[in-house]
């Protein structure tokens, strides 16, 4: 368990209340849940719909690619404003900020009126991606005294499967009625339905007492007064400077496979496996049903057996399914089988890489740290989904531009966990620190 530092310096007040009661920790699990959901409905919407919107905007395969680069290269410095907004503002604030800005991402997607502007409008999507560290950091100071924690949280954060089948289960219900920039517009209307439930979430009673504390361990400034310089001396010193290179490698080259064959599935399903889109679409949708149980089953192995070593093992496992896939034959069947349990072994570990971190880092440093290795995913992305688009560009098919953009890349990943903090001796000792 991890050493509650700010309530040994604080003394009196927010870090010495009641923990949180069953029904608390059930409301907060549930909206932070949905708010995840509808985040991830979003993000992922874009890239089940490039197909339709480059027929649309008269782009080819190559030039959709580009374009989602492009859009990356956007969100990543929109998302390196959130993880610092959460020391500062509070983890309840936060998550209300950015799903506000979801939402008004979401519908003016729908308004795009040509390459430019939509290119802009998609790179603040980086708010809702954010939405996961707010959540990782939240729940794991929420959820800090319940037994099972992990598989606690990672039905929380089985919202993306959820979201990403949601996402392309309505799209096949309603595109052919309403087109894709209605469907961005159903996105983000759903998001604003949940912002009010989202106003009477706690604050974290961590971040009451970091509020609170005069000092911590820099000795000078309370942590929500920090400036960004400190935050990163903080998160590379040399105690914890190991963890959070590898924190950092291990979402920046497990972005580049998660672009290419889960953001981008659909492109990847058509163009590589000859799959219809409609086809590619249910194919998603039932892939996301198996995914979700991936995320179940995960958090409760990281419970059991470690999160890291189970994230490390998973990660393997994905990247040599993905070759299968990817060479394999193109039979529906046999895609199915083969990208569902892509996605089981992929997306699955991220239900306890996001507590994982959650834990690792210490308190004062938890939301920049976070968000710090966070926001490399969509740098994972641009190099991806830039390297896809440049092996096509290349004449390279879609399979090996996949294998080489993506699979070799969550290999990496898995690599680079490895070298992370093992959670095991976190229940026994403090996290690591500065």
């Known amino acids: 368990m991890i050493e509650d530092v700010a309530s040994q310096k604080s003394g009196p007040g927010p870090a010495a209340q009641q923990p949180a009661t069953n029904r608390t920790i059930a409301y907060v699990c549930l909206i932070c849940g949905l708010a995840w959901v ?7 919407l874009f890239g089940t719909l490039l197909p339709v919107m480059a ?26 404003v959130p993880g610092f907004m959460i020391d500062r503002l509070g983890r309840k604030k936060s998550l209300v900020i950015l799903m506000l800005g979801g939402a008004v991402v979401a519908g003016m997607t729908g308004l795009a009126m040509g390459t430019l502007s939509l290119l802009f409008i998609r790179s603040l999507s980086g ?31 089985s919202g993306w499967p959820i979201g990403a089948l949601l996402g392309a289960g309505v799209c096949a ?26 106003l009477r979430l706690p604050e974290s009673r961590t971040k009451a007492a970091l509020a609170t504390a005069p000092t911590l361990d820099t000795g000078a400034v309370r ?8 935050e990163l001396r903080v998160l590379f010193a040399p105690r914890l400077r190991r963890h959070t290179l590898a924190m950092c490698g ?63 093992r998973s990660w393997v ?19 199915f089988v083969a990208y569902s349990l892509f996605l089981f072994f992929q997306l699955g570990p991220y239900a306890a890489l996001l507590f994982y971190m959650g834990e690792s ?59 992370g903090v093992d959670d095991r001796t976190l229940r026994h000792s403090p996290a690591p620190t500065a």
Not at 132 to 155: D, F, T
Not at 223 to 230: A, H, W, Y
Not at 317 to 335: K, R, T
Request: glycine share 10%; charged share 15%.
């Open 250 to 312: 291990a979402w920046l080259f497990n972005w580049f496979g998660n672009q290419v064959l889960t953001v981008l599935g659909t492109t990847v399903l058509v163009e590589a496996k000859g799959i219809p889109l409609e086809r590619s679409l249910i194919i998603l949708v039932v892939s996301n049903v198996v995914a979700f149980f991936g995320y179940l089953i995960h958090g409760w192995l990281g419970d059991r057996v470690g999160r890291r070593n189970t994230i490390v």
């Open 38 to 44: 509808m985040s991830v409905y979003d993000f992922t």
């Open 317 to 335: 496992v994905a990247a040599v399914l993905s070759v299968v896939l990817l060479l394999g034959p193109n039979e529906e069947i046999f895609v």
């Open 361 to 419: 880092f210490p308190e004062e440093a938890r939301g920049s740290g976070a968000n710090l290795a966070h926001a490399l995913a969509p740098v994972g992305s641009v190099f991806g989904s830039g390297i896809l688009a440049g092996m096509l560009a290349l004449g390279v098919t879609m399979s090996w531009s996949a294998i080489i953009a993506g699979s070799i890349f969550i290999a990496i990943s898995a690599a680079c966990m490895r070298f």
């Open 127 to 157: 708010l809702s991606l954010a939405e996961e560290v707010v959540n990782a950091v939240y729940l794991s100071e929420m959820l800090e005294k319940v037994k099972r924690r992990g598989l606690i949280y990672s039905l929380v954060q």
């Open 173 to 198: 219900i309603t595109l052919p009625m309403v087109g894709w920039r209605w469907s961005f517009a159903i996105a983000g209307a759903g998001t604003l339905l949940i912002i009010p439930f989202a």
């Open 55 to 80: 027929d649309d905007f008269g782009w080819s395969a190559a030039q959709a690619t580009t374009v989602n680069t492009i859009c990356q290269v956007g969100i990543f410095f929109v998302s390196l």
């Open 223 to 230: 942590p929500d007064k920090r400036p960004l310089s400190e």
